[in-house]
């Protein structure tokens, strides 16, 4: 994996990072030495740290992970209890036709053995995403997405449902083969931009942004900060 793992923030409580596209948070599968964690524990000498929450192995951005383990459960709790205000960006085809700003919702299900997840008709929400367009040139758009749950895969499912596919998406609409594992041409145009919470333990108030990408989408000009390949540009925290 050629490419940097910069941190953005690091104190005696948390470390926060800007992860690079196709790079895995946490060792799961065929992927175990190059991940962000393990890259971490290393990089850094903190053999305790722990991922908080985690991001897809596609989806480039902010990632906070721990580092004392009893104080692990209580960052995961912001998590899980949505007191984390994050935003995405991304890059995808624009439509005048489709109305935005809008919230989307709908009942998402991802099978293990499935490597795509799927919306349940009629079923009873348990995702919700708020998309905005902030810009668009010719055909393509960036859009800011906000979720307001955690699916797996939900930005994703929930911009395809708006026939808006996420640009490099080899899962929606269409899953498609497998690239090389050393093809990095085309990342997933979705980047984790915002992290925004109170510290659990210190009671700082913490906005990290990150800088990953600023310039230029590939092929389109004038639509960052989504980009790609990944390379390790800067970050910035503010508190």
């Known amino acids: 994996m050629p490419f940097a793992l910069d941190v953005v923030h690091r104190d005696e409580h948390i470390v926060v990072v800007d992860k690079p596209h196709f790079l895995a948070t946490m060792p799961r599968g065929g992927h175990v030495v190059q991940t962000a964690l393990a890259r971490l524990r290393v990089q850094l000498g903190i053999p305790t740290l722990s991922a908080a929450h985690r991001l897809d192995r596609l989806t480039a951005g902010l990632l906070l992970f721990t580092v004392r383990p009893e104080e692990r459960g209580a960052y995961q709790t912001l998590f899980r209890d949505r007191l ?5 960006e991304a890059v995808a085809p624009h ?3 489709v109305p935005l700003p809008r919230t989307v919702r ?12 799927y919306e349940v008709e009629g079923a009873e929400p348990n995702s919700e995403s708020r998309v905005e367009l902030i810009e668009h040139r010719g ?5 800011r997405l906000t979720p307001h749950t955690g699916r797996t895969h939900q930005l994703r499912v929930h911009m395809n449902a708006l026939g808006l596919p996420i640009l490099g998406d080899p899962l929606y609409p ?4 497998p690239a090389e ?6 990342p997933l145009q979705l980047l984790a931009r915002v992290l925004e919470f109170t510290d659990p333990v210190t009671g700082a108030r913490h906005r990290f942004v990150s800088g990953r990408g600023a310039g230029r989408v590939v ?6 900060p989504v980009a790609g390949p990944p390379t390790g540009l800067s970050c910035r925290a503010t508190r």
Do not use: C, M, N, Q
């Not at 709908?106 to 997840?117: N, P, V």
């Not at 055909?139 to 859009?143: N, S």
């Not at 269409?174 to 083969?177: E, K, M, P, R, S």
């Not at 594992?181 to 085309?186: A, V």
């Open 84 to 88: 984390v205000h994050k935003e995405y």
């Open 95 to 97: 439509d005048p036709r």
């Open 181 to 186: 594992p050393d093809d990095f041409r085309r």
């Open 139 to 143: 055909a393509l758009g960036r859009y």
């Open 219 to 224: 092929g389109v000009r004038g639509l960052g």
């Open 106 to 117: 709908s009942h998402i299900e991802k099978e293990r053995g499935l490597i795509a997840a």
């Open 174 to 177: 269409v899953v498609t083969g």
